[in-house]
Nanobody
């Protein structure tokens, strides 16, 4: 059972990246999937949320209008499309699965599974 996050990289401000969170050993439909990010010296913050069974989503104010969360149930994968990136988006991005599906997102300690993190670096 695992989540694998991928798709990070280095881009210039204004650029785009698409992160992927692939699940194996369990079905995403049963969980809420939340993308978190953690910048150096800062707390881990929730960025976006989705329940793939019914399409309910949530976005933090800091990313609303720029990031889009989606899923491909056939691939058991959740995506985070990130557009108009700014240096403030620089962080390690993690995906996490919450069986309780708390909305808009559960506290960090409540998640059943975590991906390993993928680095996003945005230069000005």
């Amino acid at each position: 059972v695992q989540l694998v996050a991928s798709g990070g990289g280095s881009v210039q401000a204004g650029g785009s990246l698409r992160l992927s969170c692939a699940a194996s050993g369990f079905t995403l439909d049963d969980y809420a999937i939340v993308w978190f990010r953690q910048a150096p010296g800062k707390e881990r913050e929730a960025v976006s949320y989705i329940t793939t069974s019914d399409g309910i989503t949530y976005y933090a104010d800091s990313v609303k209008g720029r990031f889009t969360i989606s899923s491909d149930n056939a691939k058991n994968t959740v995506y985070l499309q990130m557009n108009s990136l700014t240096p403030e988006d620089t962080a390690v991005y993690y995906c996490a699965a919450d069986l309780a599906r708390l909305w808009p997102y559960a506290p960090v300690y409540r998640y059943d599974y975590w991906g390993q993190g993928t680095q996003v670096t945005v230069s000005s």
